[in-house]
């Protein structure tokens, strides 16, 4: 199933499945089967087996012909998922990303995986503006491959970490790699990292593909081709099978420490061809494009 999140005519968003080409209500289309679902994707996933099962019937009715459907050109899509409860990142978990950017390749068994979040308040959909934020000039990209949790879970093992996933969606960090904030202050140990932290937390700096794709769907995510073009030039080019930690991994990881919970988002890093590394950065009028094969196209100007 491909879920999304849509608006017609300015209105609220709703929750949607995109079936050939068209998007049908999950509410309005559970009512019509004498069942019912909740208006939010997240709200659904929350629900269970029992919420997919009657998404399921719907998608099926809507392929038939029994229900209304809208086509995908006649609506808004916004980000897949309006409202994860988390969204987790790791940071250095492609060896051409932490290459390109002067640093010696790792070796996996003697570092762990590097966990952060961002706040909702970053989330945008495709189409939606990136905001160059006052403080910053160096404006990055990094397409990311991002897994939606469906299950929740702690002290989740490897073995089972792919029990706990719902599916897969297109993500963009979009990061700051400087501010303008350190004149005048007095230096401190952490300094830098906590400009990096807030560098990532910007409004618009949370960009989510309009597809949450199902993992049935997706099949497996470590082969699924990924590519970011700035204004139709080609800048990060590689597969998610490349990530130095899995999925599973980075699960079983994080879920040592918090509970993760239906709706998370745990985005998967990004390979080498960002911005940084040539100080190409994001400027006013660009279109920036991440796609990966099977999970679709992100869109979004910068302004």
């Known amino acids: 199933m491909k879920f999304v999140s849509y608006s017609v005519g300015g209105g609220a968003f709703s929750a949607g499945l995109s079936v050939n080409g068209q998007v049908v209500d999950l509410a ?33 009715a809507a392929a038939d012909g029994d229900l209304t459907s809208l086509p995908e050109a006649d609506v808004v899509l916004g980000a897949a998922l309006q409202t994860p409860p988390t969204i987790y990142l790791l940071a250095g978990n ?24 961002k706040p909702n308040t970053a989330i945008i959909g495709t189409n ?3 905001l160059i934020p006052p403080d910053s000039d160096t404006l990055d990209y990094e397409i990311e491959i991002a897994a939606v949790i469906g299950k929740a879970g702690r002290h989740i093992s490897v073995a ?25 202050r007095d230096e401190r140990a952490g300094d830098s990292f906590f400009d990096w932290l807030l560098g990532k937390w910007c409004d618009s700096f949370a960009a989510i593909g309009p597809y949450l794709v199902t993992k049935d769907e997706s099949g497996d995510p470590s082969t699924l081709e990924m590519a970011l073009r700035v204004n ?6 590689s597969d998610a099978g ?7 991994e980075s699960i079983a990881f994080l879920s040592r420490f918090v509970t993760l919970r239906p709706g998370d988002m745990l985005c998967m890093g990004t390979p080498g061809g960002v911005g940084a590394t040539t100080a190409t950065y994001l400027k006013a009028g660009d279109v920036v494009v991440a796609e990966i094969d099977k999970l679709g196209t992100l869109t979004n100007p910068v302004q």
Not at 33 to 44: H, K, M, R, T
Not at 95 to 116: C, D, L, T, W, Y
Request: hydrophobic share 45%.
């Open 28 to 60: 309005a289309g559970a009512a019509a089967l004498g069942e019912s679902l909740p208006a939010n994707v997240v709200e659904i996933i929350q629900g269970g087996d029992a919420a997919l099962a009657i998404a399921r019937k719907v998608e099926k």
């Open 94 to 117: 492609y060896q051409s990303h932490i290459m390109e950017g002067g640093a010696p390749a790792v070796n996996k068994e003697r570092i762990n995986p590097r966990p952060f979040i």
């Open 128 to 130: 939606d503006p990136i």
């Open 160 to 184: 089972d970490a792919d029990d706990h996933i719902a599916g897969y969606t297109v993500f963009n960090d979009v990061s700051a790699r400087s501010l303008k904030v350190a004149d005048g």
């Open 232 to 237: 139709g030039e080609l800048r990060q080019h």
């Open 242 to 248: 490349e990530m130095i930690f899995s999925i599973p």
